[in-house]
């Protein structure tokens, strides 16, 4: 039996589900008496869970994030909700130091089992602090795992996955991915680490990688170039730490071609650790064409709108952007 | 407040509160436990001086020696369920909750038998069976876990507590203002005990904040707070348990201070005398005038509880566990290579 839900509706699914059937779940972070702030995705959460388990916080990224790691190292499943990751770098501590590093320095003896949700929430002329993913920088961290769900269906069972997870796991999800519509099988619980990176449509000329919204990207521009009879593969990461490449690999030996789409900056950004872990696995004569990375400019967000209309990658960008690179 | 304010004059004077304790009303075998805790705390510190001194010791040791009786009076008052977590001074914390001597060697040489299993050295340690959750040098780091821990305590029903031990540098971090609110406003059973040693690395507290006590910012957030004598430990007992023991039945925040100091610089052997800001021979040699352990020791001599022959005896049985515990914990292996990479993530599938 089959529910329609959208990417918004899929991760309230996903709260519902962790907390009807888990106890030891509290969500807490700022705004989650007030829904507005994180869409449709915690509605109404408070008043049928209660305030005790959907909790509204004072304006302490810092202290909050910690308290999350604390409670996570008692028995409790915590998920911590910053609904603008910009915000959560107040966070940077208890998450980089703290949560990351805690089953390795204590030797394994103890996970910190806490679930950080951090939000996307960019464009509309919001400009350079109300914009930025940062997976990247997550990314780079032994011990953090890092999910960025682009289909409904993962949307709702990643998070369920995290939560679930006795390691420390960043949930990152994207506002533009809210109306994203699928019909969804019941939940079944997954383990965290099913979650590798997934073909969403096959082909024979040109790989496109991305993650989140990027993957969006990838699959509308396909879409297009399909018309024009190019074959694209396209993969959704869904996991970028610990990142397994394998699949890519596989992809790009029989494409020979590929191009990584990705929602951050390129100057050391995940589009690279793609990038470099294809390349270094291929012989030099196994690509017919140099790699392409399509990535955000290298400047903060802006807020005047004919700049943020070309900061942001579109489809219609995308396909130029791979035409001119692999002279298509 | 004015008796606050003149309590603190005289306690960061180290002229005064010299004398020894008065230990009239005490259970002989507590007195007994407390000297005999404390200089176990003492002397497996020395030992990890002359260690680091020697270069047996690979890493940096922060030592707590003349600091003791903060550790030993608050652990009386604790249970092995109640959250513990430290910073990057906690060998005293640790050894508070379970003097396995052993333990702590290994772990600050690195061996697999130690109490993080070689993986965190003398700055990440942890004990959680005994009710040490963790400690960590990032000053400030583990003081909203213990709020955490706390919450999650009172969340089970139980009336545990989280604590946190840290420095009076700490309170210069935004994030404790942070803790202190949030445990107020949830609210959250946390302890917040400062050891107030007038010092940050090398900088006296008065070239740092605007007063050298830092009850202040548990004032500003409601929180009840205490200053005590940080070098009597029968009072750092008494009067923490008064507010421990709040924090466990009521579920809310309490603030313990006690003005301390220790006789080593920030890290390893060395005195750092001047190596830093106002820190003098004098002051030192004044300071260990006001020596936790003398202190009740000598008490405890003229109550009659204990003879100096007894003390020596204490002191040469402890010595005799401290270099056994060495010598053990020097022949135990290093973690294997593997280990390197299978503590990262819990590997659960």
Redesign the interface.
Known sequence: MKTKENYGSAILSAFEYLLDNYPEV?VIGQGLWSPWYVGNTMKDLDSKFGK?RI?D??V?E???????????????K?IVVHPRIDFMLYAI??IV??AAK??????????P?ITIRGIINRGGEQGAQHSQSLHSWFAHI??L?VLMPYSVADARDMLIAAAL???PVMYIDDRWLYDTKDELDPISEK???EFKPKIIKYGEDLTIIGSSFSTKLALGASLELEKERISVEVIDIRTLN?FDSKLLIESVKKTKRFAVIDGGWKNSGFSAEVTSSIVESMEPNQLLSKPLRITLANSPAPTSKPLEDIYFPNISSVIRDIKANFFL | MNDKADLLTRLINPKEFQEPLDVSGYESSFLYETLYLMTQIRLAEEKLASEREFGTIGGPVHLSVGQEAMAVGISKNLNKKDRVFGAHRSHSHILSMNPDFHKLFAEVLGKETGFSRGMGGSMHLTDKKNGFYGSVPIVSGTVPLAVGAAFDARRSGTNNIGLAFIGDGAIEEGVVQESLNLAKILPSPTVFVVENNLFASHMNISLRQPMRSTCRFAEANKVENLLVDGNNVLEVYEKSKVLINNSRNDGTPCFIEGVTFRHYGHVDWRKDVDVGVDRSQEDIEEWMKRDPIQRLSIGMFEAAIISKQDYQNINDEISQDIISSWEKAIKDPYPTEDKLLTRVYCNED
Do not use: E, Y
Request: net charge negative; hydrophobic share 25%.
């Open positions: 509290f005790d909790i916080t004072p302490s810092s202290a909050v994030t910690g308290l999350g790691v604390g409670a996570s190292l008692c028995g409790s915590p501590d208890s130091n703290q805690w089953s390795h320095m204590t030797g394994a003896q103890s996970h089992g032994p011990g795992r997870s006795k390691d383990s965290i680490s610990p």
